[in-house]
């Protein structure tokens, strides 16, 4: 018999798009979700011995507890990652709307895979819409699509769900905005990693929780160097472990 931990606030999807509470989920609180899916992936793909690759990230596979903690389920598409350089499969597993196109034409299963398909997570927490819709006109079905032609077009703040568009956090979810678009990329190769991709949730985070902390850095490099004009300075994140906090993260592992 196998016994499984007990969810009850159901998947990311059904809190996104069924429950009526779907649409006044905090900023704050989709970012939390995020970033610990981000870190169970990152556990995976880095920590595994050895690495799995997930096949299947989807809204409707990450759960939530009593806490709205994220955990990662269903292995049902996942494989271990290969020993040597070549490595198909006979059919594509996975769900429309989130499967990788480049997986999609060599039926090669990568690390970058999952980080496509994650990146459409993000864009379902950013925009609290479906990763496709069947009821609108053939161009705007993808939900992938959309985004990319709407931050090509800087249009992006249209996509987004009213209850984050009010928050004075623009800022803030614009970098989550850039960092889906860089999971979606058409090419796997310049993808970002599922670690790298933790990490940046991880500064982003913080930075929503702590903004003056950005701020104050500037104002004291400034003085220090004797500088009026602008500098760029780069938030240092503090170093976590990644394994320890991650475990918590997957079920069914």
Same mark, same amino acid.
């Given at each position: 018999?196998?016994v499984? =931990?007990f969810?009850p606030? %159901?998947?990311l999807?059904?809190?996104i798009?069924?429950k009526?509470?779907? *649409?006044?989920i905090?900023? /704050? ?6 970033? =610990?899916?981000a870190e169970a992936? $990152?556990?995976l793909?880095?920590s595994a011995?050895?690495?799995?690759f997930h !096949?299947?990230?989807?809204?409707s596979?990450?759960?939530? %507890? #009593?806490?709205?903690?994220?955990? &990662?389920s %269903?292995f !049902?598409a *996942?494989?271990?990652a290969?020993t040597d350089?070549v490595?198909?499969?006979t ?7 989130y499967l990788?196109p =480049?997986y999609?034409? *060599?039926?090669q ?7 496509y398909?994650? !990146?459409v997570v ?6 609290? +819409?479906?990763a496709?819709?069947f009821? &609108?006109v053939e161009?705007? +079905?993808?939900?992938?699509?959309c985004f990319l032609s709407a ?8 996509l987004l769900?009213?209850?984050i568009?009010?928050? %004075?956090?623009i800022? &803030?979810?614009?970098e &989550? $905005?850039?960092?889906a ?6 090419k796997?190769e #310049?993808?970002?990693t599922m +670690?790298?991709?933790?990490?940046e949730?991880?500064r ?5 929780q702590h903004?003056?902390? #950005?701020e104050y850095q500037l104002? /004291?490099?400034? @003085?220090?160097?004797g500088?009026?004009h602008?500098?760029? @300075?780069?938030? *240092?994140?503090?170093?976590?472990s990644l =394994?320890k +906090?991650a475990?918590?993260?997957i079920v069914?592992?």
């Amino acid at each position: 018999m196998l016994v499984y =931990e007990f969810i009850p606030n %159901d998947t990311l999807f059904h809190y996104i798009h069924y429950k009526k509470q779907g *649409s006044h989920i905090s900023l /704050e609180t989709r970012l939390k979700i995020a970033q =610990e899916s981000a870190e169970a992936l $990152a556990y995976l793909h880095f920590s595994a011995s050895p690495p799995i690759f997930h !096949g299947d990230v989807k809204s409707s596979n990450i759960l939530l %507890d #009593q806490n709205y903690t994220a955990k &990662v389920s %269903d292995f !049902g598409a *996942s494989i271990l990652a290969p020993t040597d350089e070549v490595q198909f499969v006979t059919l594509v597993q996975g769900t429309c709307g989130y499967l990788d196109p =480049e997986y999609m034409q *060599s039926c090669q299963l990568t690390d970058k895979s999952d980080v496509y398909s994650f !990146g459409v997570v993000l864009l379902e927490l950013l925009t609290s +819409k479906p990763a496709i819709n069947f009821d &609108v006109v053939e161009e705007e +079905k993808s939900l992938s699509s959309c985004f990319l032609s709407a931050m090509k077009e800087n249009k992006m703040i249209e996509l987004l769900d009213d209850y984050i568009r009010c928050e %004075d956090d623009i800022e &803030v979810i614009m970098e &989550v $905005a850039e960092l889906a678009k860089e999971c979606l990329h058409m090419k796997g190769e #310049q993808r970002p990693t599922m +670690k790298k991709v933790a990490e940046e949730l991880d500064r982003i985070r913080k930075l929503k929780q702590h903004p003056w902390g #950005q701020e104050y850095q500037l104002e /004291e490099t400034e @003085i220090l160097l004797g500088a009026s004009h602008d500098i760029e @300075i780069e938030l *240092s994140t503090d170093h976590f472990s990644l =394994e320890k +906090k991650a475990k918590k993260n997957i079920v069914g592992r």
